[in-house]
């Protein structure tokens, strides 16, 4: 319920790049097609991967470094929702 999906989808233009990958990022990307790379008993948390692909397609949209996409990815609106982050 409190998403940035879930609240603010409407701020962003549906058929932008940034629109696109809120509707359909998970649908592209899902967390299941990559759990076969990842052992459960070992290792620590990790983000989704299905999360990271996203945030890369972003930062590689944008062409910006490590660092900027993780401040985009805490401050700004149109990264938020795609990330479905909070």
């Keep these: 319920i409190f998403s940035a999906r879930n609240q603010y989808l409407d ?3 549906s058929e932008s790049f940034y629109g696109l990958l809120a509707r359909h990022g ?6 299941y ?9 070992n290792g620590r ?22 660092y900027k996409a993780i401040e ?7 990264w938020l929702v795609p990330l479905d982050l909070q």
Excluded at 26 to 31: R, V
Excluded at 33 to 41: H, Q, V
Excluded at 59 to 64: I, S, T, V
Aim: proline share 6%; with cysteine.
């Design 11 to 13: 701020l962003i233009d």
């Design 26 to 31: 998970e649908e592209l990307f899902s967390d």
């Design 33 to 41: 097609d990559f759990e076969d790379l990842y052992d459960k008993g």
């Design 45 to 66: 948390p990790c983000i989704p991967p299905g999360q990271m692909f996203v945030l890369m397609l972003l930062q590689m949209y944008e062409n910006c470094s490590d």
């Design 72 to 78: 985009n990815s805490r401050f700004d609106i149109r």
